[in-house]
């Protein structure tokens, strides 16, 4: 499938923002890491700060990954997952709205790339299900 521009855009937009938030946890992972809720900082294991140099390095991963854009969709699904995560352990405040913009992009290069096997994966399990949840109609 050709990629169009605005493909090439977001997945580099993406790739620089995951990169640069990468570099700036690193640069304090203890400033990041207050940002994680109470209840979500005691399911860690080990240190907050370690924690986050761990998340570093994952967004520093993802964001190289986006910009060689090779199995970009590996790494749009970890971002994702990673995006929603925060979301969850933050919480939605005035400065992680944003990152709901960021979830719908790293959404939509991971369904633009991802292998036609697994979408047809997932429509066979919605067909599936469909089938499930239908009610059989009766002819009168």
Avoid: C
């Amino acid at each position: 499938m050709k990629k169009t521009s605005s493909y090439h855009i977001l997945r580099i937009g993406l790739g620089l923002t995951f990169l640069w938030i990468g570099i700036l946890i690193l640069q304090d992972p203890f400033y990041w890491g207050g940002f994680i809720k109470p209840w979500a900082a005691d399911l860690i294991p080990g240190t907050i700060k370690n924690a986050m140099i761990s998340t570093a390095i994952l967004d520093l991963a993802v964001g190289v990954v986006l910009l060689v854009d090779y199995k970009t969709w590996v790494a749009a699904l970890i971002g994702s997952a990673h995006i929603l995560i925060v979301l969850i352990t933050v919480g939605i405040d005035a400065i992680t709205v944003r990152d709901l913009g960021l979830l719908a992009g790293t959404i939509s290069i991971l369904w633009d790339d991802l292998p036609a096997r697994h979408k047809q994966a997932i429509s066979e399990a919605k067909l599936l299900e469909n089938k499930k949840t239908a009610t059989p109609t009766r002819m009168s």
